[in-house]
């Protein structure tokens, strides 16, 4: 069987508990070394075959699970954060499912949640904005025309954007060209919950320089929004004193 695990963003102990008995019970670890704290490995067999998909295309990775499968060993394809967020995990999951190869899936913590714990930062902050988008810059990989950053940012949502540290005057270009402020607070959060981890706070006139000033272009997560500044929101419904829940009822409340 294969098991596709989130690895986490980086720090070896964010792996989850679930995650962290597959691995050892592996038989056969394929994980993506490009971004995978190397350290996960520890938890593996002595006897476990291990290989860096860094190394492998599509098929050689498939070769590899379908392999172990025959030999009715357990197979672990560990990604980077959560598989599903940039894991092309499905390409995979097709190729298993056409030679009737079963396979799970286990989450893990994602490096967007991970860069909001490294700015002690809350997203989705009352009367500032109330949805996180998730995406990415176009680069090798084409993105919708509906799903560009300039069609994204008319929301005034928060916006993490993935891949795309290494053109970050482009993409900071493009969201002032489209009417964001240049002074929207934003953040570069590199290798966010590894022991190198890095955080900058700076606003979108200041990203490029920012990024290029400490040598950024990659594992990072760029934040752009509102809510990067943390302030200026109101206090939540559910725990306000006069809030009547399922749970609790409001002060005030006869
Ligand atoms: N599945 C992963 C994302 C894989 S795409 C997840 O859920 O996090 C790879 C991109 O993710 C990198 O280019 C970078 O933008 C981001 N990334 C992955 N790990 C990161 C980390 N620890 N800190 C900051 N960005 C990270």
Known sequence: MVHFV????????????????????????????????????????????IHDSARLDLNEVFEIMKKAHGYKKDVVRLHTGDPSIYGAIREQMDLLIKDKIPFDSTPGVSSFCGAAAALQMEYT??????????TRMDGRTPVPESESVEALSSHGA????????????????????????????????????????????????????????HGISKTALIIVGEAVSQSGYELSKLYSPDFTTGFRKGKNDA
């Open 6 to 49: 989130g690895a986490g963003p980086g720090a070896e102990d964010l792996i989850t508990i679930r995650g962290k008995r597959l691995l050892e019970e592996a038989d056969v670890i394929i994980y993506a070394g490009s971004l995978v704290n190397p350290g996960l490995l520890k938890y593996a067999k002595k006897d476990c075959e």
């Open 125 to 134: 902050l009352p009367g500032i904005s109330q949805s996180v988008i998730i």
């Open 158 to 213: 928060t916006m993490v954007f993935f891949l795309s540290a290494g053109d970050t005057k482009t993409l900071s270009e493009r969201l002032i060209n489209t009417g964001v402020r240049r002074d929207m607070p934003c953040a570069i959060v590199y290798k966010a919950t590894w022991d190198d981890e890095e955080k900058y706070i700076c606003s979108l006139d200041t990203l490029a320089e920012t990024a290029e000033k």
